[in-house]
């Protein structure tokens, strides 16, 4: 694997709130890489998860990086996986759906079975993303994840590190109080790859029929699932049991 090891220190125009902020999830990734292995990236590929991958290959840490190709996802994701390679000499890996499983919803529901029912919705998140979730994280002691607080109602109380109960696995946040523009400022700052639909309106980006443009002023996942209650939309893969850990608990610095 090649490595990109520009510091953040030596970028011009480098705001310095950015500077502590990513110095903060350097030590964050380094206390998964050594504390809490073998620890994973669950990548979806979007502006906050090539954040994550960068600062990982940067500092080659021994993080694993992964993505859930559902089968449904953008091309211009799919794409990604090829630049990173390009651009790192890292290969993510790719966990896919359990075809007959797929084929059996097709085929009782249809294709495009989500928009007729939430319960529906689900069920094939179920399949294309939760399922493969937990094989992916399988033998982990750790996942690390690019939520963020500022991303959703269901994301307010994320922490930078908690144990989930759902997984059995402690779940590192790092990013969890960014806001958006300090994602896009590293991403300026690092010349990261990213998916070009965020430069279309898409500020959220999962599989293509759940998925739009959306303006500045909406709410950054909007574009989500559009057609259900913000206060309860979610793939599965974040249930918010994770349980937060006192200060003198997370064992961080």
Known sequence: MSAVTTPIDSIPMVSTQLQERVARVEALLGQAALDYAPSTLASSLGAEDMVLADAILRARLPIEIFTLDTGRLHAET??????????????????????????????????DAIYDSIELRTRCCQIRKVEPLKRALAGKTAWITGLRRAQ??????????????????????????????????????????????????????????????????????????????????????????????????????
């Open 152 to 253: 959703a109602v269901t994301r307010s109380n994320v922490q930078e590190l908690e144990f989930d109960p759902t997984q059995q696995l402690w779940k590192f946040n790092p990013l969890a109080d960014w806001s958006e523009e300090d994602v896009w400022e590293y991403v300026r700052a690092f010349d990261v790859p990213y998916n070009p639909l965020h430069d279309k309106g898409f500020r959220s980006i999962g599989c293509e029929p759940c998925t739009r443009a959306i303006g500045r002023d909406d709410d950054l996942r909007a574009g989500r699932w559009w057609w259900e209650d913000p206060e309860r939309k979610e793939c599965g893969l974040h249930p918010r049991t994770g349980k937060p850990l006192k200060p003198q608990e997370r064992n961080v610095p």
């Open 78 to 111: 799919l794409a990604l996986v090829d630049r990173v390679q390009e651009r790192y000499g890292y290969a993510i890996k790719l966990y896919r759906p359990d075809e007959k499983a797929v084929a059996g919803y097709v085929n009782e529901f249809g294709l």
